[in-house]
Nanobody, 124 residues
Framework: VQLQASGGGLAQAGGSLRLSCAAS????????MGWFRQAPGKEREFVAA???????YYADSVKGRFTISRDNTKNTVYLQMNSLKPEDTAVYYC???????????????????WGQGTQVTVSS
């Protein structure tokens, strides 16, 4: 599986951005898809995930502001980011996992495939 993330950029606090992640492979619909982010000097952290059932999961820091979705006909997963804050500034990575075990869905090590990352910068 190859993942290509796009849609990052510069936004003002309170603004919105939409990230996309296009995946190759015929079995996209069966993968757990996730978004992670990494700010300078910090560890990579979980943002959101969507299972093949379309169940969604969010980090507390983005709940109510970000929405993850997937379009299996386009092999694409999206992250709609609203009410952006300066602390959302990071490189955002999409990831894919063959297994979606509830207890590990937020762990980077659970994901086998990663995109190249896209920079999101939120100015105050």
């Amino acid at each position: 599986v190859q993942l290509q993330a796009s849609g990052g950029g510069l936004a003002q606090a309170g603004g919105s951005l939409r990230l996309s992640c296009a995946a190759s492979g015929r079995t996209f619909s069966s993968y757990l898809m996730g978004w992670f982010r990494q700010a300078p000097g910090k560890e990579r952290e979980f943002v959101a995930a969507v299972r093949y059932t379309r169940s969604t999961y969010y980090a507390d820091s983005v709940k109510g502001r970000f929405t993850i979705s997937r379009d299996n006909t386009k092999n694409t997963v999206y992250l709609q980011m609203n009410s952006l804050k300066p602390e959302d500034t990071a490189v955002y990575y999409c990831a894919a996992a063959l297994r979606s075990i509830m207890s590990t869905i937020r762990l980077p090590l659970s994901y086998e495939y990663w995109g190249q990352g896209t920079q999101v910068t939120v100015s105050s």
